[in-house]
Nanobody, 121 residues
Framework: QVQLVESGGGLVQPGGSLRLSCAASGSIFSINTMGWYRQAPEKQRELVAIITNSGSTNYADSVKGRFTISRDNAKNTVYLQMNSLKPEDTAVYYC???????????????WGQGTQVTVSS
């Protein structure tokens, strides 16, 4: 009942920038957090950044100072501005939304399809 549509991935040279966007839609009662995860080849999916409804953020140590997460609550959209990209940032990036679809149901995680980010010269 919650759909996430991602955009903004692509190929960029080291040191370049990309901005990812993810819009949530559907029968959403409330959203707890939205965030971004990534999975590189032969590695487990890892948290990149999350943001709460109050605006609090948390980042993986590997991206602190380079990535910025933000959200537009009116549009149920989360963004990830990625600067100073490195080859090790190459991964499939997944949008995540932790939300309730009913007032009496517990929250659960919803996932986007993933968007490829490749950093290479």
């Amino acid at each position: 009942q919650v759909q996430l549509v991602e955009s903004g991935g692509g190929l960029v040279q080291p040191g370049g920038s990309l901005r990812l966007s993810c819009a949530a839609s559907g029968s959403i009662f409330s959203i707890n957090t939205m965030g971004w995860y990534r999975q590189a080849p032969e590695k487990q999916r890892e948290l990149v950044a999350i943001i709460t409804n109050s605006g609090s953020t948390n980042y993986a140590d590997s991206v602190k100072g380079r990535f910025t997460i933000s959200r537009d609550n009116a549009k149920n959209t989360v963004y990830l501005q990625m600067n100073s990209l490195k080859p090790e940032d190459t991964a499939v990036y997944y949008c995540n939304c932790n939300a309730r679809v009913h007032w009496n149901w517990g929250p659960r995680d919803y996932w986007g399809q993933g968007t490829q980010v490749t950093v290479s010269s």
